[in-house]
C-alpha cells in the first residue's frame, strides 16, 4: 500500500506529465499554423528587350531587390518576331506577354523592359499605345518608357513596374489618386502616384511582397 504521502507525489507527476503534453501539442499546433501562414512571394524575373540599356535595367533590379529578394535580371534578348505592328513602328504588347510568358517556371514572374512605343487593342480601338501591359493575375507584364517625361523617367518607369507587377499579383485599377494601381486612362499621372493605398499595399503583403 502506498502513503497519502506518496499517492500526492505520483499523483502531482501524472498531473506535470498531461500538462506538459498539452502545451507541447498545443505549440506543435501553432507552429504548423504558421508555416501554413508564411507565403512565398514568386520570383521575378526582369527581362530587358531590344536594346534597353544595361544600367537601367540594374537599376530597376536593385529597386524590386528591395521589397522581394527572389529577382533575377536576364541579358537582353530580341522582341518577339510577331509583336513588330509595321504601319505604327512599334510593338504589340499583348504579343510580347503572351510570347515571354512561355520562358518561365511555374512559381514565377516575369517583366519585360522596353524602349520602344508598345501598343494593344483597347475596346473599338485596334491599336492603342500604352506604357505597360500585364495579365491579371497572370505571369507575365511588359512596360516602356517611350511616353514617360523625360525629367523624371527613371522614378516613373520604377513606379511603372510596380504597377504591372501589382495586376499580375491580382490587383485590379485602383480609385485612389495617390495609388500605384491607379489607371492612366490615356495620360501619365505617374508623378502623383506616391506609393500603394492601404488595401492595394495589404493585397501584396499577403502575396509576400516586403513592403513597410
Not at 507541447?24 to 501562414?37: H, M
Amino acid at each position: 500500500m502506498f502513503s497519502l504521502r506518496t499517492a500526492v507525489i505520483i499523483m502531482k507527476y501524472y498531473v506535470f506529465i498531461l500538462i506538459f503534453g498539452l502545451f507541447s501539442c498545443t505549440n506543435k499546433k501553432n507552429e504548423n499554423n504558421n508555416k501554413d501562414l508564411k507565403v512565398i512571394q514568386k520570383v521575378i524575373v526582369i527581362q530587358p528587350l531590344g536594346n534597353f540599356k544595361t544600367e537601367q535595367a540594374k537599376n530597376i533590379f536593385a529597386k524590386i531587390k528591395t521589397i522581394n529578394s527572389n529577382v533575377v535580371l536576364r541579358e537582353n534578348i530580341p522582341f518577339p518576331e510577331n509583336s513588330y505592328y509595321k504601319p505604327r513602328n512599334r510593338y504589340r504588347a499583348d504579343s510580347i506577354i503572351k510570347s515571354i510568358r512561355n520562358n518561365i517556371g511555374k512559381d514565377s514572374v516575369i517583366v519585360g523592359l522596353s524602349h520602344s512605343d508598345i501598343s494593344t487593342t483597347k475596346d473599338k480601338i485596334q491599336d492603342w499605345g500604352v506604357m505597360g501591359l500585364g495579365y491579371r493575375p497572370g505571369k507575365s507584364c511588359v512596360v516602356s518608357d517611350f511616353r514617360l517625361s523625360v525629367r523624371n523617367k527613371n522614378q516613373q518607369f520604377y513606379k511603372l513596374v510596380l504597377h504591372e507587377l501589382g495586376h499580375t499579383a491580382g490587383l485590379p485599377h485602383c480609385a485612389v489618386k495617390t495609388c500605384l494601381m491607379r489607371d492612366a486612362e490615356g495620360g501619365n499621372p505617374l508623378d502623383e502616384e506616391k506609393n500603394f493605398c492601404n488595401n492595394c499595399k495589404s493585397f501584396l503583403k499577403a502575396k509576400g511582397w516586403q513592403l513597410i
